[in-house]
């Protein structure tokens, strides 16, 4: 039996921006999605995880066309594993899912089939299955899948090598991951977001500017652990998301709550549209606040750490 798992993440800066070659910020969450695989007669995928009602019957489809991708990118015509999917990674849109399956499924099939591959290789694999879910991604989602940790992230639009570095924080910081309910389609948002550039160029010229400059500050801020600085910029961050029109009623509603109860800064994470924002509240008692503020509204959240 092959065995593997992939971490699920929160981008702290950059979501959308980093397609067009921006830099991004993400963190791995503590949680991770963990696969096995055993060679069978037939393909099947038993799927455990817990998370959004309704999420991985919606997913179905990009699923099957990620385990296509991966058999491809592996060269494997041998395509019969019985796959099953756990983990305490909730699946919910923002998180990272998709991202932190194929990185678990791609380490299983990996072993099972005796490629033994090294995390470089699982990380490009990963790549290849995040395009069935996100039609051109960045990348970013697959690398912390991969790697865990705090990066940085730029991707190479010419094809090339990735910029990934680790950003050293001196400490981890308490988010509040706050769930709309909405499973987001991060593929349409992707698209709706290319659409929209090329309606009004000079509008997201300028909003891109912006994007990348924040980008920077962020990083600065939390090699420092300038946590109220970090706030402020994911402030910013998620106004620009607006701008470029991810966000949603819920997901405003949720940052709403975040401010009104103390966070330091709260913003979207991901592909938005529905998913998940982030609220960052250090230290466990303004964690517990506005993490209960929101269950009182009826939202599901997820406590965690980043920088861990
Ligand atoms: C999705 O988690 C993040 C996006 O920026 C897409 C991507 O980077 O591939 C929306």
């Not at 830099?23 to 696969?35: E, F, K, M, N």
């Not at 919606?58 to 491809?72: D, I, N, V």
């Not at 990674?89 to 194929?102: E, H, Y």
Request: net charge negative; charged share 25%; proline share 2%.
């Amino acid at each position: 039996m092959g065995k593997g798992s992939g971490y699920g993440k929160v981008i702290l800066f950059g979501e959308h921006f980093v397609v067009y070659g921006l830099p991004g910020i993400a963190s791995a969450v503590g949680l991770t999605t963990d696969a096995t695989a055993v060679k069978s007669g037939k393909m099947a995928v038993k799927d455990e995880r817990k998370g959004t009602e309704g999420y991985s019957d919606a997913k179905r489809a990009h699923q099957l066309e990620s385990l296509e991708r991966m058999f491809g990118a592996m060269g494997l015509n041998e395509k019969a594993f019985d796959i099953w999917l756990g983990g305490d990674l909730p699946v919910m849109s923002g998180i990272g899912a998709s991202a932190a399956s194929s990185v678990a499924i791609a380490r299983a099939v990996s072993e099972e089939a005796g490629l033994d591959y090294d995390d470089d290789k699982i990380n490009e694999i990963a790549y290849e299955m995040e395009k069935a879910f996100a039609g051109n991604p960045s990348g970013i989602d697959n690398t912390v899948a991969t790697y865990g940790g705090l990066i940085w992230f730029e991707k190479n639009l010419a094809g090339g090598q990735n910029k990934i570095e680790k950003i050293r924080a001196p400490s981890a910081v308490e988010i509040v991951m706050g769930n709309s309910g909405v499973v987001a389609d991060t593929k349409k948002m992707v698209e709706g977001v290319a659409e929209r550039r090329k309606q009004h160029p000079e509008k997201y010229d300028a909003i891109f500017k912006k994007a990348e400059a924040l980008a920077f500050k962020a990083r600065e801020a939390l090699e420092k652990g300038d946590i109220g600085a970090v706030g402020a910029l994911m402030d910013e961050n998620h106004k620009l998301l607006q701008e470029i029109e991810v966000s949603c009623k819920e997901l405003d509603e949720l940052v709403e709550i975040a401010k009104a109860n103390g966070a330091l800064g709260a913003k979207v994470t991901g592909g938005g549209g529905g998913g998940c924002m982030v609220a960052l509240t250090p230290g466990k008692e303004l964690q517990e606040r506005v993490a209960q503020a929101m269950e009182g509204r009826g939202f599901k959240v997820l406590r965690t750490r980043i920088g861990v």
